[in-house]
Structures are given as structure tokens and as C-alpha cells.
């Protein structure tokens, strides 16, 4: 069996009400810097990064993009992502290690941001990326 290299923890996503106040906290706090933005049909977010990991600030618009067990007013820790070399053969090791695939975003594939979004036993979300979040480094 070939193995695959170990995918790196470099994405961490929290759910909160106030976008600004937010990131401003963790800028102030950490010295954290803006890496960048997003307006999705699923979310408004704040892209932090230290220069290894993107802390992803979101604000969920439904409560399905969100997850129905939280909704869209949850606050707190929603999920975190590992980078990884290959989307196809992590995923099968997710299954075959009792995980299930949970979500794309975006839809398109070949979209420089696409992840891959699943859930462990437990049903924690996490996602995968071979091209990482804006702000991480490899």
C-alpha cells in the first residue's frame, strides 16, 4: 500500500456575530493580519492569518451552510481544515477511518478555494484543500 503524505492542520474557522469586532480582537491580541475577505452565498468572512495558519472569522446567512444541529447563530469553533497533496486519496482514508463527506465549496472544482468539507465520527466538520486558505503556508 503506498502512503500518503500527512495532510497539516492550516485552517481553523470560527462562527461569530460581528465580523469587525472580531477581527479586530485577534489583530490587537495575536497580531494577526488580514489576509483577505469573502462574501459567499453561504457566508461574510475575515481571513487572520500568523503566517503558517488562516483563522478564518464567518458569518453564516442559513442554517444549513452552518450545519441544522448549530444554525446560523451558533458562535463558537465550526470546523478546521488540513492541507493535503491529494483530495481523492485523503478522502478515501477520511471513509475509511469512519469520516463522511459532508459538502463541497465551492461547487467548482477547479476554483482556486475549493474543499472539500466532511464529517468525523463524532460529526465535527472539517475540510480538505490541496491548494490551502489564503494566509497558510504549506
Known amino acids: 500500500m503506498e ?10 474557522a ?3 456575530n460581528d465580523l469587525e469586532a472580531a ?3 485577534y489583530q490587537e491580541t495575536f497580531e494577526m493580519v488580514v489576509a483577505g475577505e469573502t462574501e459567499s452565498p453561504i457566508a461574510s468572512g ?3 492569518t500568523d503566517g503558517t495558519v488562516c483563522l478564518a472569522l464567518l458569518n453564516y446567512k442559513t442554517d444549513e451552510a452552518a450545519g441544522l444541529e448549530r444554525g446560523k447563530e451558533y458562535v463558537g469553533v465550526h470546523h478546521f481544515g488540513f492541507w493535503c497533496d491529494d483530495l481523492d486519496e ?3 482514508l477520511i471513509e ?4 463522511r463527506f459532508f459538502m463541497d465549496l465551492p461547487l467548482a472544482k477547479d476554483s482556486l478555494y475549493y474543499e472539500a ?3 468525523d465520527p463524532d460529526g465535527v466538520i472539517f475540510d480538505i484543500s490541496e491548494n ?3 494566509g497558510a503556508a504549506k
Open 46 to 48: 475575515v481571513y487572520l
Open 90 to 92: 485523503q478522502g478515501k
Open 23 to 25: 477581527s479586530r480582537f
Open 117 to 119: 468539507k466532511y464529517r
Open 132 to 134: 490551502g486558505w489564503v
Open 14 to 16: 470560527i462562527a461569530v
Open 3 to 12: 502512503l500518503i503524505p500527512v495532510a497539516k492542520l492550516r485552517h481553523i
Open 96 to 99: 475509511a477511518n469512519g469520516g
